[in-house]
């Protein structure tokens, strides 16, 4: 009798054997998968004749995921662009008659219109979202913010009327109480949350050194 011997390369093995399609999200990502979770309130044990939890969580998260606010505010008439307030330019003001809308330019903060009575988690609860079990790390939440896609221009001069604004997807990695402002980090080409060194952002950016 020989004790059973395993091959050196038996993890090559094991991923050339495939036996079907298989359901394991195959993509990288830099987000947990409990920050696509929507919050449903259902009891955990069902009564006869309603949806399971889980099944309701899941119809859920895919309706939720054909939603895009930018679609959704051009259907109602509004242009993201012009939702951020600009420079004023009194030489360039139109005349009433040029006008179909208000002849005064667009000059309060979204933060005036800002309510979250009806908002399903607190700001905590967001960024807790990034908390994975069994990890002392917290990892960025997807979301999508109104920026602008000149980086330099808006850090110079958020109100500049150069400047284009668009629902850009990110990662949000922090959450400041005293100011209200969510600290977000644009996402790459392939969707993923890096550094200037190729690596996933944690914990709001904090490094070991500060």
């Known amino acids: 009798v020989t004790k059973f011997k395993m091959p050196k390369d038996f993890k090559s093995l094991l991923d050339k054997q495939v036996v079907g399609p298989s359901t394991e999200v195959q993509t990288e990502s830099d987000f947990p998968v409990q920050s696509f979770k929507p919050k449903v309130q259902m009891p955990f044990k069902r009564l006869p004749g309603q949806n399971p939890r889980q099944v309701e969580v899941e119809r859920r998260r895919q309706l939720y995921l054909t939603f895009d606010i930018a679609e959704l505010l051009a259907s109602k008439g509004i242009d993201s662009n012009q939702l951020m307030p600009r420079h004023l330019d009194p030489d360039n003001m139109p005349a009433i008659e040029e006008t179909k809308d208000s002849v005064f330019p667009i000059y309060l903060p979204l933060k005036v219109f800002d309510n979250d009575e009806y908002d399903c988690r607190t700001p905590e609860e967001w960024i807790s979202l990034g908390l994975e ?29 150069e400047l284009i604004y668009k629902w850009i997807d990110v990662g949000v990695l922090d959450y400041d109480k005293e100011t ?31």
């Open 180 to 210: 209200e402002l969510y600290l977000v980090h644009k996402t790459d080409k392939n969707g993923l949350v890096r550094n200037e060194e190729g690596k996933p952002i944690l914990n709001g950016g904090i490094t070991p050194e500060g």
């Open 133 to 161: 079990p069994g990890s002392l790390d917290r990892k960025p939440v997807p979301g999508k913010a109104l920026l602008p896609t000149d980086d330099v221009l808006g850090h110079e001069d958020p109100k500049s009327r």
